[in-house]
């Protein structure tokens, strides 16, 4: 049996989109980082895979149809390369801002002082933290919990903020994602990072009748533009007076129409954490 490895190198805003494609139809799969805005994906293919390999190419074909991505590129690999491990060699760390470490559990690292390790195994679902608006949330996240804060994580995804505001203090978060595959995954890394007895995960949306008025100091929206001004009027509520929510997934372009709809509802911005095409805002609840 003979094994091929399948890359491509997309900008950071589709390693999330492409790396579901590969967890989801080959086997491993692995990140690098090349350059401000490229990231070198892995993945791993029996010869004889050639169904998998077409439903790579289709959605790779569909997602270059908004941005021009990198070439498809096969490998075969030798008799003496494991695939297993062979994916795992390439994978780096990542580190947001000036204190978090994202890092697979196979990775050895020892942690710097102050440094706040989360272990997030890629390809459960999205949220690697090499999306634009999830390093910005976790750049926000990093300056804006406090020890026994009570946190909001509306579209938890791979739970990788949820983990984010535990180790960085939160005492209790409720995680919240309308996809079972999400919540399933979230689950398996709040249980591996030993974090599920913080964590109440829902799976659905706001309004809950398990999210209650003025139960949290802070609040996580990384869903999109449409989904933040849908979600928002129900937020708002659920925040303590002077509480403050992080918004995020909005587009450059979007967001004239994001800013207003919070400050209508009665939001205060704060701050703007732009990268590359997408803002993430950080505003709170007057007191």
């Known amino acids: 049996m003979t094994w091929q490895e399948l890359s491509i190198t997309v900008p950071h805003e589709y390693v999330e989109p492409i790396s579901y494609l590969f967890d989801r139809y080959g086997h491993g799969l692995s990140m690098e980082l090349l350059g401000p805005n490229q990231v070198l994906l892995r993945t791993y293919l029996q ?5 998998r390999l077409a439903r790579i190419e289709v959605g790779v074909k569909l997602a270059s149809l908004l941005q021009p991505l990198g070439e498809l590129t096969l490998r075969p690999l030798s008799q003496d390369e494991d695939w297993q491990n062979a994916w795992k060699a390439h994978f780096s760390l990542l580190r947001v801002g000036d204190r978090l470490v994202i890092k697979p559990s196979w990775i050895e690292y020892q942690a710097k002082p102050g440094d706040v390790v989360i272990e997030l195994d ?3 679902a999205f949220g690697t933290g090499y999306h634009p608006t999830t390093y910005t949330c976790l750049a926000a996240l990093e300056t804006l919990v406090q020890p026994g ?8 995804g791979s739970g990788i903020l949820t983990i984010a505001a535990v180790k960085l203090g939160a005492a209790q978060v409720t995680a919240v994602d309308i996809d079972t595959q999400a919540v399933r995954a979230a689950r398996q890394n709040f249980r591996r990072t030993g974090i ?7 799976k659905g949306s706001l309004p809950h009748p398990q999210v209650l008025p003025q139960q949290f100091d802070l609040a996580l929206a990384n ?4 989904g933040v001004r849908e979600r928002a009027p ?5 925040l303590k007076l002077g509480g403050k ?9 979007q967001y004239p129409e994001v800013r207003p709809t919070l400050e209508e509802l009665g939001f205060s911005p704060i701050e703007e954490w732009p990268r ?7 505003c709170h609840r007057p007191a």
């Open 47 to 51: 010869d004889s895979s050639r169904y």
């Open 122 to 124: 890629p390809g459960l």
């Open 149 to 156: 804060m009570a946190v909001l994580d509306l579209g938890t």
């Open 196 to 202: 599920l007895n913080q964590v109440s995960l829902i």
């Open 223 to 226: 869903i999109s533009a449409r």
């Open 234 to 238: 129900a937020i708002l509520p659920a």
């Open 245 to 253: 929510l992080i918004a995020s997934g909005i587009i450059q372009e």
């Open 276 to 282: 590359e095409d997408w803002i993430t805002l950080v």
